[in-house]
Nanobody
Framework: QVQLVESGGGLVQPGGSLRLSCAASGSIFSINQMGWYRQAPGKQRELVATITRGGRENYADSVKGRFTISRDNAKSMVWLQMNNLKPEDTAVYYC??????????WGQGTQVTVSS
């Protein structure tokens, strides 16, 4: 069973950048679509970026033009480059499969705080 570990979060000022990493213990090659989700306090978890095995990307309108998702199937890694961060990007960020037939357990997430 694939296990996911997110890292790279932290405290950053508005306009700053962070690069999040997601390391999978098993191969993600069989998972066509991987994504980054986030959950802000008091809000539901939302999907912000997805990438297919072949590299096709999709983004929520709120992050389009600022975030970039990437993956390395051989290394079982997924990244999220976040630029021009805004206070409303503050949340716990998680990676996971998208539209996958099997349940992949959620990792612990990584906290991103955007504040001056």
């Amino acid at each position: 069973q694939v296990q996911l570990v997110e890292s790279g979060g932290g405290l950053v000022q508005p306009g700053g950048s962070l690069r999040l990493s997601c390391a999978a213990s098993g191969s993600i090659f069989s998972i066509n679509q991987m994504g980054w989700y986030r959950q802000a306090p008091g809000k539901q978890r939302e999907l912000v970026a997805t990438i297919t095995r072949g590299g096709r990307e999709n983004y929520a309108d709120s992050v389009k033009g600022r975030f970039t998702i990437s993956r390395d199937n051989a290394k079982s890694m997924v990244w999220l480059q976040m630029n021009n961060l805004k206070p409303e990007d503050t949340a716990v960020y998680y990676c996971n499969a998208v539209n996958y037939y099997a349940r992949v357990p959620w990792g612990q997430g990584t906290q991103v705080t955007v504040s001056s």
